[in-house]
């Protein structure tokens, strides 16, 4: 089973513009942010399935780096708006 991330850049490389090349990096935006690195016509997975996957990417500096996905969310932007007066 894949998440909605890697289903969709499946599908794009299946279907979508990812049938001309073989390289490709699929963002997708909805509830959360996702995407796969597609290299070589394949989805980028790693040693433990994750590599590549670009909501679980470390931002920011060496020993203070966090997850995309806990930055750039559907759900954090929500709860943000609603803090405002």
């Keep these: 089973m894949e998440n909605d991330g890697t289903a969709a850049a499946i599908a794009e490389m299946l279907f979508g513009v990812g049938k001309r090349v073989n390289n490709f990096v699929y963002l997708f935006l909805d509830v959360v942010i996702g995407g796969r690195v597609v290299c070589d016509g394949d989805i980028l997975r790693g040693t433990n399935s994750n590599e590549g996957d670009l909501a679980l990417m470390r931002i920011g500096s060496p ?21 405002y007066p």
């Excluded at 997850?67 to 943000?80: G, I, P, T, V, Y």
């Design 63 to 83: 020993g203070q780096s966090s997850l995309l996905l806990e930055h750039a969310s559907l759900f954090l932007l929500l709860n943000k708006l609603r803090a």
